[in-house]
């Protein structure tokens, strides 16, 4: 497809915000949009007064935290317009109020609008985008077809995508829609056949839905609603040439959603260019402390990091520890369950078994200590991470945002720990103020009381050798091959059996010989086998 001159915010400048009804877009709408009653009995969602700001602004290359919403509460999810079997499973997963980010977009999004949505990691975004997708498509009468997903919703990584798929597909069964999940680092062949059987919702990471796309397997011209989750950091790992052509072979005239924590770098390219006058939300500054989480940051000397790391791992609360490098990732984890404080290591060179083994060991409680890359940065939700440390600085602001969202997620507190030694010292403050925080900042050995505050009564040691670090399941035993039949042949001069099952290609009991030149014959016609 070529995008359409329209795409894009209005050129005009930004409107003043109001209160009151805001009339549908004019845009090209498919038939099959919201307007119309599906086949699942579920009622389209209809054009809502508008009870919450909203900001158009002329270029979307930086949204104000002068607009930044003050989203009302009191309001449910039915007040939004979700239905009644989508509001009984999220109550059913102790989910019954909405948060700011999906009071201030539900009624845009379930009316069907384009929607840029910014709010902070933790703050509901995946339930906010997957509330309208899974309406609007079940409301849909386009049939299910084979390799033809109905709705698409793009992520940077495999671990995300297996957490949003965890988010929609309760919703998406509710309403008898059928999901599935396809990334890379596994094989393929459930994929296809999940594809082949057809598919509403498909969660995928841009690399692997490009190669299954490349071999038939899937076509993007059936998709009514594309969601695209953490774009920035879609931006920031160079998939926005990837993003565009999977954008490029969607319908022009579907519902499409954007979601991060911000709005910045390339972003504004893919509004400008895919986006049909997108209502925007923003209800978190672009750099976005939680009010309930409490900074540290201890400076330690060079030869004492090692003890402080380990102090600070030692606690009962369930602690995350962010490395630069995946090899200091992997080796603090060891170290970690030597010294009797069971670790497990996330970080991009773990194949996906291992990668959901560990997440699986750290989500559960049989291990306390995830030590993780910033892989593990964007999209995990873990329940009850009390402390999170950054182990190695980040190099830039936003890094350390993401990171420290793995704690105090969701209105919970939590404490962030960041380690530095002297000669971090500057580029720590300069962190801490584009970051928009004010940091407790302490010189500190091991033993220190504010160590002891911060970790609080620490875990049982655990003998290295009953560490409960899950190890790979045993592989299915393997048959041998049983050797090939031997053929009885006529009787032949001594060697001549060998000299002719060799030269046909034929198993015998007897290594077979190299042949060797000599006088009078020429040179070897085959390489050596063993």
């Known amino acids: 497809m070529n995008p359409s001159a329209s795409r894009g915010p209005r050129t005009s400048s930004a409107t003043p915000r109001s209160e009151g009804p805001v009339p549908n877009p004019r845009r090209r709408r498919r038939s099959s949009g919201s307007g119309a009653a ?3 009995g579920v009622p389209a969602a209809q054009a809502a007064p508008r009870t919450v700001p909203a900001q158009r602004p002329a270029t979307a290359e930086v949204i104000p935290d002068a607009g930044v919403e003050v989203v009302a509460d009191g309001r449910s999810f039915a007040d939004l ?7 009984d499973v999220l109550a059913a997963t102790g989910v019954v109020s909405p948060f700011p980010i999906q009071t201030a977009t539900l009624p845009d999004s379930m009316a069907g609008r384009d929607v840029l949505g910014r709010g902070r990691t933790g703050s509901g975004k995946t339930i906010a985008f997957a509330l309208p997708l899974v309406t609007r498509v079940a409301a849909s009468s386009r049939p299910r077809r084979a390799g033809r997903p109905r709705s698409l919703v793009l992520v940077p990584t495999r671990e995300l995508a297996n957490q949003v798929a965890a988010t929609i597909t309760p919703l998406a069964k509710a309403l008898g829609l059928r999901t599935t999940v396809v990334f890379g680092g596994v094989g393929q062949n459930p994929q296809v056949s999940a594809l082949r059987e057809g598919v509403d919702v498909l969660i995928a990471c841009p690399g692997r839905l490009e190669d299954l796309i490349r071999q038939g397997h899937c076509h993007l011209d059936a998709v009514e609603v594309t969601v695209l989750d953490e774009a920035d950091h879609m931006a920031d790992l160079g998939f926005l040439p990837g993003v565009k052509r999977l954008l490029d072979a969607t319908p022009a005239g579907g519902q499409r959603l954007l979601f991060s924590a911000t709005l910045d770098n390339g972003i504004d390219v893919l509004v400008k260019r895919y986006l049909s006058e997108p209502v925007v939300h923003s209800v978190d500054p672009a750099v976005a402390p ?3 989480m409490e900074h540290h940051v201890l400076e330690v000397g060079a030869d004492g990091k090692n003890t402080l790391v380990r102090e600070l791992a030692s606690g009962q609360g369930r602690t995350v520890l962010f490395t630069r490098t995946k090899h ?3 080796k603090l984890a060891k ?15 773990l194949s996906q078994n291992a990668r959901e083994r560990n997440l699986a060991a750290f989500s559960d409680g049989s291990v306390k200590v995830l030590c993780a ?11 009850d991470v009390s402390l999170v440390v950054h182990v190695d600085p980040p190099t830039e602001h936003k890094a350390y945002l993401h990171r420290s969202g793995r ?8 404490l962030v ?3 530095a030694t002297p000669d971090q010292r500057g580029d720590v403050r300069t962190l801490a103020r584009q970051a928009g925080i004010s940091p407790q900042w302490t010189n500190v050995g091991a033993q220190h009381e504010v160590v002891e505050r911060l970790v609080g009564p620490a875990a049982a040691w655990v003998d290295p050798a009953d560490s409960p670090v899950p190890t790979a399941p045993a592989q299915p035993e393997r048959r041998a091959k049983a050797p090939a039949p031997v053929t009885a042949r006529r009787s032949a001069p001594a060697g001549e059996t060998s000299r002719r099952s060799a030269l046909a290609g034929e198993a015998t009991g007897a290594p077979r010989r190299r042949r060797r030149g000599g006088r009078g014959r020429g040179p070897a016609t085959g390489a050596a086998t063993s």
């Open 407 to 414: 704690t105090a997620r969701a209105g919970a507190g939590g």
């Open 290 to 292: 939680v009010s309930t």
């Open 417 to 419: 720990v960041t380690v």
């Open 38 to 40: 599906g086949t699942s």
């Open 81 to 87: 317009f979700v239905p009644q079997p989508l509001v």
């Open 335 to 349: 170290q970690l369950t030597a010294a009797g404080i069971p670790a497990v290591d996330l970080h991009g060179n």
């Open 373 to 383: 890359t910033d892989i593990a940065a964007r999209g995990i939700h873990v329940d």
């Open 328 to 330: 200091s990732a992997k």
